[in-house]
């Protein structure tokens, strides 16, 4: 049997991740061009995602779509709730399966640094060009290292500072 790729979506996943997506019904009037999958759309940008490659340079060979479409899904789904509902339902299932452990919580942040020449007359200075230009990533944990909650500010954030919107964010799990 051969090994599934990492960007691969496998049954088992996608029945999980299918209810959480916002339906779509077809327009009859003026169709347009038909949707790309949704489970194809997701393997790109699980693809991008994995490789780092950029969105535009998305090859069409692998019939996810294009990368400018997987990345306005994803923009999409972000709006909707999707990940954050995605999260939950897993952290349900792993609590529910006694996967949790809650008895030790860490917290821990790692600096991005910028790229260097990165700026665009589109977005304008960087809100966080200040001491550390980049961004953290701020990430509560359990004792077994399954992330409960992360967060993205600027570089230039004190991690003490983010602590309690990463306690005061983890939602309720059940189970």
Not at 98 to 120: P, W, Y
Not at 144 to 171: A, C, K
Request: glycine residues 10%.
């Amino acid at each position: 049997m051969a090994r599934r790729k990492p960007w691969e979506v496998g049954d088992e996943l996608w029945a999980v991740v299918e209810p959480l997506l916002p339906k779509h019904e077809r327009r009859f009037r003026h169709p347009g061009r038909k949707r790309i999958d949704d489970r194809k759309t997701l393997q790109g940008v699980l693809f991008v995602l994995y490789t780092g490659i950029q969105w535009e340079y998305l090859p069409q060979e692998l019939g996810f779509g294009s990368g400018p479409t997987c990345w306005r899904r994803l923009a999409e789904w972000q709006r909707a709730g999707v990940w954050e509902e995605l999260q939950r339902v897993l952290l349900d299932r792993l609590r529910a399966a006694d996967r949790l452990d809650f008895s030790r919580v860490t917290v821990d942040a790692s600096h991005v640094q910028a790229k260097r020449g990165r700026s665009s007359p589109k977005v304008g200075p960087s809100p966080v060009d200040r001491a550390r230009p980049g961004s953290k990533h701020h990430v509560l944990t359990d004792a077994h290292g399954t992330p409960l909650r992360v967060s993205l500010t600027g570089g230039h954030r004190n991690d003490v500072t983010q602590l309690l919107p990463l306690v005061d964010g983890l939602p309720p799990v059940r189970g």
